[in-house]
């Protein structure tokens, strides 16, 4: 098939390279623009698939919005039996969404109806779900209402939110990649009206570590933003990313340092970080950071 690819993150990189491996033509990959990044957050960044696309010899485009009309009939212009869209970060004109010759299919991490929208793997965690999975939707108007094709399923446990991405990015490939080889045999089923959620985008100020929660609560707030943005706690003035943590036992005020090995207490229970990172540092083990930065038991974090 003549295959237009819309994709941004890691978590598209799969899925195009699935493609191209199924023998399909891929004639363009649509991605975000070049941000301001590297070590001094001034030099352009292409995304992780507009790297991946000029390494497989793929035209990449990455106009800033697709409402105008020059950019849909450049659109239209390629001709493609099929758009397959992965976490592109823009919405879909109509004119877009009715261009190619079977229209546009997405591939949406999480079992809908639950966690439509932008963050549906940290909600998904956030929330204490046993499973998730990935989902092949045909893209319409509405944010993310389309029938599903075909759809995998994966249990959380205690995966973070950079696991869970990892896990569905390449089970959401092999999806794609089944679907596209006979669409005939995967009829779509439309979305119960129950059971609808909404996968809101992440604030960084959900970032910053709860200790008025109970102890499983910020656990899984610390695995919903790991290993980005990253959960943090802030002491002497710097903040420490908590990227690995475990339930412990104690307690005592929430955010009262219990022991020294950086046991924290919660509204309900105790956290014990395993893997922290300092600003600037890389991620290292709890009790390398202590020898470094005393935080020392009866110390109250925010």
């Given at each position: 098939m003549r295959i237009i690819f819309m994709g941004t993150p890691d978590f598209a990189v799969p899925a195009l390279e699935a493609l191209v491996a199924a023998g399909h033509s891929v004639v363009a990959a649509y991605t975000q623009p070049?941000?301001?990044?590297?070590?001094?957050?001034?030099?352009l960044t292409p995304t992780p698939v507009h790297r991946k696309?000029?390494?497989?010899?793929?035209e990449v485009r990455h106009p800033a919005s697709l409402k105008g009309a020059e950019e849909q009939a450049a659109f239209a212009a390629l001709d493609a039996d099929i758009?397959?869209?992965?976490?592109?970060?823009?919405?879909?004109?109509?004119?877009?969404?009715?261009?190619p010759g079977h229209g546009c299919l997405?591939?949406?991490?999480?079992?809908?109806?639950?966690?439509?929208?932008?963050?549906?793997?940290?909600?998904?965690?956030?929330?204490?779900?046993?499973?998730t999975g990935v989902g092949i939707m045909r893209m319409e108007a509405g944010l993310d209402t389309g029938p599903v094709l075909l759809e995998g399923r994966t249990p959380i446990d205690r995966k973070t939110a950079g696991e869970l991405t990892t896990e569905l990015a390449?089970?959401?490939?092999?999806?794609?990649?089944?679907?596209?080889?006979?669409?005939?045999?995967?009829?779509?089923?439309?979305?119960?009206?129950?059971?609808v959620t909404y996968a809101r985008k992440i604030d960084k100020?959900?970032?910053?570590?709860?200790?008025?929660?109970?102890?499983?609560?910020?656990?899984?707030?610390?695995?919903?933003?790991?290993?980005?943005?990253?959960?943090?706690?802030?002491?002497?003035?710097?903040r420490c990313k908590v990227l690995v943590a475990e339930p412990a036992e104690g307690s005592a005020t929430p955010g009262t340092v219990l022991d020294n090995q950086l046991t924290i207490a919660c509204a309900g229970g105790a956290i014990r970080p395993t893997l922290v990172q300092r600003a600037g540092r890389p991620a290292m083990a709890t009790a390398d950071l202590l020898r470094g930065w005393a935080i020392t038991a009866g110390t109250k974090l925010a």
């Amino acid at each position: 098939m003549r295959i237009i690819f819309m994709g941004t993150p890691d978590f598209a990189v799969p899925a195009l390279e699935a493609l191209v491996a199924a023998g399909h033509s891929v004639v363009a990959a649509y991605t975000q623009p070049p941000r301001p990044g590297g070590r001094r957050g001034k030099e352009l960044t292409p995304t992780p698939v507009h790297r991946k696309a000029e390494e497989l010899g793929i035209e990449v485009r990455h106009p800033a919005s697709l409402k105008g009309a020059e950019e849909q009939a450049a659109f239209a212009a390629l001709d493609a039996d099929i758009a397959v869209v992965a976490a592109y970060g823009l919405i879909l004109p109509q004119a877009v969404l009715d261009a190619p010759g079977h229209g546009c299919l997405n591939l949406h991490g999480s079992i809908l109806p639950r966690w439509r929208g932008a963050a549906p793997i940290q909600r998904a965690i956030l929330a204490g779900d046993p499973e998730t999975g990935v989902g092949i939707m045909r893209m319409e108007a509405g944010l993310d209402t389309g029938p599903v094709l075909l759809e995998g399923r994966t249990p959380i446990d205690r995966k973070t939110a950079g696991e869970l991405t990892t896990e569905l990015a390449q089970i959401g490939a092999d999806l794609i990649v089944r679907v596209l080889a006979d669409l005939s045999a995967y009829p779509e089923i439309p979305q119960p009206e129950d059971g609808v959620t909404y996968a809101r985008k992440i604030d960084k100020a959900e970032t910053r570590i709860d200790f008025a929660q109970d102890a499983g609560q910020v656990e899984r707030q610390i695995r919903a933003f790991a290993s980005a943005p990253g959960a943090w706690f802030e002491f002497d003035g710097e903040r420490c990313k908590v990227l690995v943590a475990e339930p412990a036992e104690g307690s005592a005020t929430p955010g009262t340092v219990l022991d020294n090995q950086l046991t924290i207490a919660c509204a309900g229970g105790a956290i014990r970080p395993t893997l922290v990172q300092r600003a600037g540092r890389p991620a290292m083990a709890t009790a390398d950071l202590l020898r470094g930065w005393a935080i020392t038991a009866g110390t109250k974090l925010a």
